[in-house]
C-alpha cells in the first residue's frame, strides 16, 4: 500500500492532481494506494502524526504556511516519506533541497511529468523497503526492514528490536559485542550507535538535548555527555543531506 498525500489551498488544482494520480494507478492494477487530499498545511501536519505518508505533494505557494516550510516541519517531526513540490516557477526549485525534495514539478502539471516522477518514487520506495536485516530469535529467523526499526537495545546479552508499530523483536544470546551486532545496520547511514546499549535510526528521532533524544513515538533515549554533539551532528546531517 502506497500513502499519497497532497496538499494544496486551491480545490481546483487538488482535484486536478488526484485526477492525474488516480489514472496513473488504474494502468497498474497491482498497485494498491490512498489517496489523502489536504487544503493547508496544519492539517496535513495534524494527519501525519498519526503515521505519515510514503509520498507527499505539495504546493509550494500557500497562505499561512508555504510548501518549503511545510516540508522542513514534516522533517522535524520525523516524516521521511517522498517530497515531490508543485510550483509556478523554477526559482523556488532550489529552496526545495533544504528538505532533500525528491522532485518539484511546473504547473500546469502534465500527465507525462507526473508520471515519470511517480515512476522514479516508486522505486525508490521498493528499494527503501527490500533494505533490512535478518535476525535470528528464538522462533526462527525474521526480515526486518530497516524502514521499520526503530533502534536495537542491548538487554540481558541480547539485541531487542524496537519496530514502528510497537512490537519489539529479541534476538538470540549474543555471542560477541553489541556493536558487531549492530556493524549491519551501521551500514546504512540511518542508524548510528548511541553509546554502548543502543543503536538508533535518525529517521525516527524528533528531537535532541542534553539528556537524549527522543523519538517519533514519544520514547526517549538517555545519551552520555561525550555523546551528545556527535549524535547531533549525525541526525542534521542525515536530514540535510538526505
Same mark, same amino acid.
Given at each position: 500500500m502506497i500513502r499519497i498525500a497532497i496538499c494544496d489551498d !486551491? =480545490? /481546483?488544482? @487538488?482535484?486536478?492532481?488526484? %485526477?492525474? *494520480? /488516480? !489514472?496513473? *494507478? @488504474? $494502468?497498474? =492494477?497491482?498497485?494498491?494506494? $490512498?489517496? &489523502?487530499?489536504?487544503? &493547508? %498545511? $496544519?492539517? *496535513? *501536519?495534524w494527519a501525519a502524526e498519526t503515521g505519515g505518508f510514503d509520498i507527499y505533494i505539495l504546493d509550494i505557494i500557500m497562505p499561512d504556511m508555504n510548501g518549503i516550510d511545510l516540508g522542513l516541519a514534516l522533517r522535524k517531526g520525523g516524516g521521511d516519506g517522498i517530497i515531490v513540490y508543485l510550483t509556478s516557477s523554477a526559482e523556488y526549485a532550489v529552496r526545495s533541497y533544504d528538505v532533500r525534495a525528491f522532485h518539484y514539478l511546473l504547473k500546469p502539471v502534465r500527465a507525462e511529468s507526473l508520471e515519470e516522477v511517480m515512476d522514479r518514487a516508486r522505486k525508490s520506495l521498493e528499494e527503501q523497503r527490500q533494505r533490512g536485516i535478518t535476525i535470528r530469535y528464538a522462533d526462527g529467523t525474521r526480515f526486518l526492514p530497516y524502514s521499520r526499526i526503530m533502534y536495537a537495545e542491548l538487554k540481558n546479552r541480547s539485541a531487542v528490536y524496537a519496530l514502528s508499530d510497537g512490537s519489539f523483536v529479541k534476538g538470540l544470546t549474543l555471542r560477541g559485542p553489541f556493536s558487531g551486532a549492530c556493524a549491519e545496520l551501521t551500514k546504512d547511514r540511518r542508524f548510528a550507535m548511541c553509546g554502548a546499549s543502543y543503536c538508533v535510526n535518525l529517521s525516527f528521532v524528533v528531537s535532541l538535548d542534553r539528556s537524549g533524544v527522543t523519538l517519533k513515538n514519544g520514547s526517549r533515549i538517555a545519551l552520555p555527555q561525550r555523546e551528545i554533539h556527535r549524535i547531533n551532528s549525525l541526525w542534521m546531517d542525515f536530514w540535510l543531506e538526505g
Open positions: !486551491e =480545490a /481546483e488544482s @487538488r482535484d486536478e492532481i488526484r %485526477g492525474l *494520480l /488516480e !489514472e496513473y *494507478l @488504474r $494502468k497498474d =492494477a497491482e498497485t494498491a494506494a $490512498k489517496i &489523502s487530499s489536504f487544503c &493547508s %498545511g $496544519k492539517s *496535513l *501536519l
